[in-house]
């Protein structure tokens, strides 16, 4: 991947962030299309995955992955 490549990935994920209560965060719907998944369904196992990570790491899930709904 090239450097001007990888600076427009970054640059698109960081319009892509929120501030919540003083924490950074995005929106798995804006994500979604970062990462380039077309369908919510496909991205969804990919959200479930990183929760089982998460949980497996010893982590709160809902510290990390709060339900919001837009």
């Known amino acids: 991947m090239k450097s001007?490549?990888?600076k427009q990935l970054f640059e698109q994920f960081q319009a892509a962030a929120s501030e919540l209560e003083g924490i950074e965060c995005w929106s798995a719907r804006d994500l979604q299309v970062l990462l380039g998944y077309?369908?919510?369904e496909n991205f969804e196992?990919?959200?479930q995955k990183a929760k089982d990570a998460c949980k497996?790491?010893?982590e709160q899930i809902p510290y990390h992955f709060p339900d919001v709904r837009k």
């Open 4 to 6: 001007e490549e990888i």
């Open 38 to 40: 077309s369908k919510w």
């Open 45 to 47: 196992k990919v959200i």
């Open 56 to 58: 497996n790491a010893g």
